[in-house]
């Protein structure tokens, strides 16, 4: 079965970095776009950068410039930078293989436990 394991959160301070990492099992990997999710409390969970099996990227205004999504094929992994971190980033980052049709992205997977990114003022 595959599976995706989200590592890398932490707390952190306001202005300051995280990278997470996204260890999928496979090789499904390597022929699919990733795209990495975050869901805050009380919030709907949203979309914050995805990458295509080619390596073309995309964000939302909200983290273009202070997020960088990247992947290792070799490495089965994904990971997401993120710098100039602020307090409304607080929250729980997952990763998911992806369908990208467009401007509609649907995920593919079951959702993993994620990892918590807290981000202190």
């Known amino acids: 079965q595959v599976q995706l394991v989200e590592s890398g959160g932490g707390l952190v301070q306001a202005g300051g970095s995280l990278r997470l990492s996204c260890l999928a099992s496979?090789?499904?990997?390597?022929?699919?776009?990733i795209g990495w999710y975050r869901q805050a409390p009380g919030k709907q969970r949203e979309l914050v950068s995805t990458i295509t099996s080619g390596g073309s990227t995309n964000y939302p205004d909200s983290v273009k410039g202070r997020f960088t999504i990247s992947r290792d094929n070799t490495k089965n992994t994904a990971y997401l930078q993120m710098n100039s971190l602020k307090p409304e980033d607080t929250a729980v980052y997952y990763c998911?293989?992806?369908?990208?049709?467009?401007?509609?992205?649907?995920?593919?997977?079951?959702w993993g436990q994620g990892t918590q990114v807290t981000v202190s003022s």
């Open positions: 998911n293989a992806v369908l990208v049709m467009g401007t509609v992205v649907r995920s593919l997977l079951n």
């Open positions: 496979g090789s499904f990997f390597r022929i699919n776009a």
